[in-house]
C-alpha cells in the first residue's frame, strides 16, 4: 500500500472512532435523575423545564422559598419536579440536597450547575469582600455540588455534569470583574474535569454562554452609579444584537448533555469573540479598553452607591424602550423582584 493510501485509511479510521465514541457518548434522558441549581428562575427554571419535557425527573434547587415554590408550580405542567431549598455554599446543605434526592428517586444521574450572582461597577468600587462572595457562590458552590455528586456517578459508573459558566470566563469584560474571575475559574475546573472523569463514564460539558435573553439584569446588583450601569448592562442584555434567546439557549445546553459534548459555546456573538480572543489577545484587550471608556465612571471622592438589585431601579423611559426584551423575559422566567419595604 502507497504512502497516501496508508494515511487515508488512518484519517478515515480516527473518523470512524470518532463517531463511534460520540454514538456511546450520546443518551437518552427519559426517566433519568437531575439536578439543576439555581432552578428557580432564567437560565435554571429553562434547562429545567427542557430536561423535564424530555422526560427527565428534576429537581430545582435554590434560596429563595417564595419564588422556588412559584417555579416548582410553573414546572409541574411539564413532569416530576422536586423543588429543594439550599445553600450550594454550604456543604450540609448539598448533602442534604442529595440525600433527599436519592430518598425520592434514587441516586443523580444529571448535574447542571447554573447558580450565580452577578455584581456590575468599576473595579474601584468593589471590595475584597465582593470578589469573596461572587467566588463563594459562582466557583466554591460549583465545587461542593461536584464533590457531593461524583462519588455516586463513579459507584454507578454513569453520570452527566453540566457547567454553566461564561464568555466572561474566556475573556475579561470590565466593570464584572468579580464574575469574570468566578467564570474563570469555573471554565478551569469544568475543562480539567472533563479530562478526568472521562475514565469513569463521567461527562463533563463546559458551557460558554454570551449575553441571553433571561431577564438576570433585574437580580444582579450594580455598585457606583447603579441607574447608568443597569442601562447599558440590561440594554446589551435585550439587543437581539448582542443577546441569545433564552429558550434557544437552554434547548442546546441540554442537547449538548445528551451528545456528552465537551465544550458548547452558545450565541454566534459568543463564538466570534472566543475566536478572535484566542488569535490576538492584546486586541482584544485593547477593544475592551476602548468599550471601557464609555462605561460610568466612579469620580474620584465621589460616594459609591450600591449594591442595589436592577429591579429596585428606576430608568428614564429611552432607557426602559429599549429594554422591553429583557423585562419580558424577567416576567416570563419568573425574574421577579420583591421591594423591601
Known amino acids: 500500500m502507497s504512502r497516501r493510501g496508508a494515511m487515508l485509511l488512518g484519517l478515515l479510521g480516527a473518523g470512524a472512532g470518532y463517531a463511534i465514541s460520540r454514538r456511546r457518548r450520546a443518551i437518552d ?7 439543576v441549581t439555581g432552578g428557580s428562575r432564567g437560565l435554571g427554571m429553562l434547562v429545567a423545564r427542557e430536561m423535564l419535557q424530555r422526560g427527565c425527573r428534576v429537581a430545582i434547587c435554590a434560596r429563595e422559598g417564595e419564588e422556588l415554590t412559584r417555579a416548582a408550580a410553573i414546572l409541574a405542567e411539564d413532569g416530576d419536579v422536586f423543588a429543594v431549598g439550599a445553600d450550594i455554599t454550604l456543604p450540609d446543605d448539598v448533602a442534604s440536597l442529595f440525600r433527599r434526592v436519592d430518598e425520592l428517586w434514587g441516586p443523580v444521574d444529571i448535574l447542571v450547575n447554573n447558580a450565580g450572582i452577578i455584581e456590575v461597577g468599576p473595579s474601584s468600587t468593589m471590595s475584597v469582600d465582593d470578589f469573596r462572595r461572587v467566588m463563594e457562590v459562582n466557583f466554591w458552590g460549583m465545587v461542593n455540588m461536584i464533590q457531593e455528586a461524583v462519588p455516586s456517578m463513579r459507584k454507578q459508573g454513569f453520570g452527566r455534569i453540566a457547567n454553566i459558566t461564561s464568555i466572561g470566563g474566556r475573556m475579561s469584560v470590565p466593570h464584572l470583574l468579580p464574575y469574570g474571575c468566578a467564570k474563570f475559574a469555573a471554565v478551569g475546573l469544568s475543562e480539567g474535569l472533563h479530562a478526568e472523569l472521562a475514565r469513569d463514564w463521567i461527562v463533563v460539558t463546559t458551557v460558554v454562554p454570551g449575553l441571553m435573553r433571561t431577564g438576570s439584569p433585574v437580580h444582579a446588583e450594580f455598585r457606583g452609579r447603579p441607574e447608568e450601569e443597569y442601562a447599558w448592562f440590561s440594554v446589551a ?36 469573540a472566543t475566536r478572535v480572543h484566542g488569535v490576538a489577545p492584546g486586541t482584544v484587550s485593547r477593544m475592551l479598553g476602548a468599550v471601557n471608556r464609555f462605561l460610568p465612571v466612579q469620580e474620584d471622592g465621589a460616594p459609591a452607591r ?3 438589585r436592577g429591579g429596585t431601579l428606576e430608568v428614564p423611559t429611552s432607557v426602559a424602550r429599549l429594554t422591553r426584551r429583557m423585562r419580558r423575559a424577567a416576567m416570563r422566567n419568573n425574574e421577579v423582584v420583591t421591594v423591601e419595604g
Not at 442584555?237 to 459534548?261: Q, W, Y
Open 29 to 35: 434522558l427519559e426517566g433519568r435523575v437531575a439536578v
Open 237 to 272: 442584555s435585550s439587543s437581539p444584537l448582542m443577546s441569545m434567546d433564552a429558550r434557544r439557549a437552554a434547548r442546546r445546553i441540554v442537547r449538548a448533555i445528551e451528545r456528552g459534548e465537551a465544550v458548547t459555546t452558545l450565541s454566534w456573538q459568543a463564538k466570534l
Open 306 to 308: 450600591g449594591p442595589i
